[in-house]
């Protein structure tokens, strides 16, 4: 497991979480290629993680579903640049390969360059990417550097990233794209700052947020109850706004029937995790 603990522990959750996805009843999305990055070792460490916090699962099923949507929207309305922010093993590059459309990872050197060598081992092409750590960098400057054009539209999807950075991070990142890139649209997913602080009012919701961290390492800093803030701070649109839950009532509402009937806490903490896209106008 020594290469999980190199790369982290999240991007391989979050893959064979999408691997898994083949055999849902009721498949929110298709993803191919998710299996190239699980392993039976992997595979059970999930397995393991997901029977201690079953809500887990959804939370990524419904987030990387969000997400597509807006990838796929994105495009649909000639969108030609699309960035993913801590892509990790994110394959929505080849996923929704289309001419003229020029997709790039930003992730950490040793997560792009395992992600590239597992890829180019099954036979299949990475996208561009930019190693780096995004907060520390001008990146902007590493993406014109790359070949993106500052001055087009760019759609920066921002996947599973917000609730581990601390709030002046996040505001800063987002001056620093906001002065250099006119076009810029980016799409995030955010927790409730009641989950966070553990002001939901429901202990069941409390106690899966402390075992989380306590098992995964990684702390829940920061969240969101109101989104004007963007606009007051950056000059931000809200293009659109939801809870995770609403995209799987669309896509596969008996799925969500279904957890409703058996997973009453997945239910309650799904209303509080939700994605949004901003628009710089």
């Known amino acids: 497991m020594d290469i999980i603990n190199e790369i982290g522990s999240t991007a391989f959750f979050v893959s064979s979480i999408r691997a898994m996805e083949k055999d849902e009843e009721h498949k929110l999305f298709d993803d191919p290629y998710a299996a190239l990055f699980a392993n039976e070792a992997i595979e059970e460490k999930v397995r393991e993680q997901i029977r201690i916090f079953p809500p887990v699962r959804d939370l990524v099923r419904y987030r990387v579903c969000a997400m597509s949507e807006i990838v796929e929207r994105g495009i649909e309305e000639g969108v030609k640049q699309i960035v993913s922010l801590g892509a990790g093993f994110d394959m929505r590059a080849q996923i929704y390969q289309t001419d003229g459309v020029r997709f790039c990872d930003v992730d950490q050197p040793a997560v792009l360059q395992f992600k590239n060598k597992v890829l180019e081992a099954g036979g299949v092409t990475p996208c561009a990417g930019i190693e780096c750590n995004y907060l520390e960098v001008n990146l902007p400057g590493e993406l014109s550097r790359a070949g993106f054009d500052l001055e087009a539209p760019i759609l920066f999807i921002w996947e599973g990233n917000t609730m581990y950075l601390p709030l002046d991070l996040i505001h800063d990142f987002l001056s620093r ?70 995209v799987g009532e669309r896509r596969a509402p008996e799925s969500v029937e279904q957890m409703n009937e058996f997973m009453e806490l997945t239910a309650d903490l799904l209303k509080l995790y939700s994605y949004c896209v901003l628009k710089a106008s």
Do not use: C, P
């Open 177 to 246: 794209l906001r002065a250099r890139i006119s076009g810029l649209t980016i799409a995030f997913d955010y927790l409730s700052e009641k989950v966070v602080n553990r002001t939901t009012g429901d202990e069941r919701i409390s106690e899966f947020t402390d075992l989380f961290e306590s098992n995964f390492g990684a702390k829940w800093v920061t969240g969101f109850d109101d989104l004007s803030v963007f606009r007051e701070k950056h000059g931000f649109e809200v293009v659109s706004s939801a809870n995770v839950i609403e």
